[in-house]
């Protein structure tokens, strides 16, 4: 059997490789399937639509580079996307294709696209309402919530990717609707308004709205009592950019999901763009109709976790620039290591420690945050991470946190080393393998010896018996 297609990718991969991180490499490039290859014009499966348009939109610059290194001048990349019927009742066939850059195509597939014939008697002609000539609406936009003041991180990197996408080109990417879900605080509004407000600057002749679901609720509840359903309708089929927040909130009320079900049919069938957020995904939500969670699974469905310590700090430390303010590593890093539930509660623990300070004329330390913090927060108790405790390791011995990860055997940078596993082990629920991996690429068993290394000195050197003690109290606040 001819695996030169096989062979040809695994060059590319090795490239590839060594000039993406870690994480965008084991997303994006570990699924891709090799396929066929012939006249240097390379076949690869990527599992969705969306991961081509992100493939294109991220790293073609790098997959054109790669080709030619491993192919040659003239090397052209052809995807094949692997896509399922939507299971709706009354669907036909359908060919879709994408558009592509010179270098790369998409190989067309079948598909099945609801024709939505049940919707036409309904909704007739939304687009012929007298003595309207461009509709002018405020987007209902806070010009604060951009991309810029929304802190990319692990937590949010595949949503903020998508919504960028859908900012550059709304209707027009496999992600539609774009369904943004995740606990209260993780930033899905801010998120989906940065969409809105990026489209706006992109396109400004687009109309754009942002709603809230209990409003579009209120709304249509009015609109029912007057007798004015129809231009309810209407107002909302001609949105070009739909943002609707909160859409659990529609949970039992079977007259707004209906409503709100021939208006998403219309938007998306007139190829406008839908963003909706949730606090569960489309599969967990309960009270809603079928045929209305189907269409939220057209598109892309991305999450919001909550941050890790390294995404918090970059947090606050986003958050004291803009505001021109000067605060101390350590204050920074006790209220990211202590606020981990959400970024709303981050950011408003870092306003009341500014507020208390001025108002009360008191230097900002440690100490202050630690009586404020302890007050705001149910739970206060530190959430330690492996990376945060090699941090005050380091910052104990006056290191940099990044010596730990050398392979160095200068006596003070191993005592440290062993130190930050110690404590990793007594104050974390991670495996010895885990932490290895994380403080110097090492294994389990010299884990093992660092912390029967450290036990042994806390037993037989008072000095190091002190340092042990102060490093434990400083994680401990």
Not at 27 to 44: A, D
Not at 445 to 467: E, G
Request: proline fraction near 3%.
């Amino acid at each position: 059997m001819n695996n030169e297609h096989k062979t040809a990718w695994e060059k590319c991969l090795s490239v590839i490789k060594d000039n993406v991180p870690a994480s965008s490499f084991k997303t994006w490039f570990e699924p891709i399937v090799p396929v066929k290859l012939e006249n240097r014009v390379l076949t690869i499966q990527v599992p969705s639509a969306f991961f081509y348009e992100y493939l294109e939109e991220q790293f073609i610059d790098i997959l054109r580079k790669t080709l030619q290194m491993v192919l040659g001048i003239g090397a052209k990349l052809e995807y094949n996307v692997v896509m399922s019927s939507a299971e709706v009742k009354g669907n036909a066939p359908f060919t879709v294709s994408y558009p592509t850059n010179n270098n790369s195509k998409i190989t067309n597939k079948s598909i099945n696209i609801p024709l939505l014939v049940e919707d036409k008697a309904f909704i007739k002609n939304p687009f012929v309402i007298p003595g309207i000539q461009k509709l002018q609406i405020d987007p209902q936009l806070k010009l604060h919530n951009t991309f810029e003041n929304f802190v990319e991180g692990d937590c949010n990197r595949l949503a903020r990717s998508a919504g960028f996408a859908v900012a550059k080109k709304p209707g027009g990417t496999a992600f539609n609707p774009l369904m943004i879900y995740g606990n209260s605080g993780l930033g899905k509004t801010h998120l989906a308004q940065a969409i809105g407000i990026e489209v706006k600057e992109n396109f400004p002749d687009k109309v754009v709205l942002y709603v809230n679901a209990n409003k579009f609720q209120t709304q249509f509840t009015e609109a029912t009592r007057n007798n004015t359903r129809n231009d309810f309708l209407n107002f909302y089929q001609m949105i070009d950019v739909l943002i609707l927040d909160d859409v659990h909130e529609f949970a039992g009320k079977e007259k707004t999901q209906e409503t709100f079900f021939h208006i998403f049919n219309h938007l998306h069938q007139m190829e406008k763009q839908l963003i909706l957020t949730s606090d569960k995904p489309p599969i967990e939500l309960k009270g809603m109709e079928q045929r209305l969670l189907s269409r939220f699974k057209w598109g892309l469905t991305a999450d919001l976790q909550i941050p890790d310590f390294e995404t918090r700090m970059k947090i606050l430390r986003n958050k004291v620039y803009k505001d021109g303010i000067s605060l101390t590593d350590e204050v920074l890093e006790y209220i990211a290591s202590h606020v981990t539930n959400n970024v709303r509660e981050l950011e408003g623990a870092l306003i009341s420690l500014l507020a208390q300070s001025m108002l009360n004329k008191m230097e900002i330390t440690i100490e202050l945050a630690a009586s404020l913090i302890n007050k705001l927060v149910k739970n206060s108790k530190c959430e330690l991470s492996i990376e945060y405790i090699s941090k005050v390791v380091c910052d104990y011995f006056n290191m940099s946190a990044d010596v730990l990860q050398t392979k160095t055997r200068r006596r003070e940078i191993v005592q440290a080393r062993q130190i930050a596993m110690y404590f990793s082990k007594s104050l974390t629920k991670f495996s010895l393998a885990n932490i290895g991996a994380q403080i110097g690429n090492k294994d389990h068993a010299t884990v093992l010896h660092a912390c029967k290394t450290v036990n042994n000195l806390i037993d037989t050197d008072k000095s190091f018996r002190t340092y042990v003690e102060e490093i434990g109290k400083k994680l401990e606040m």
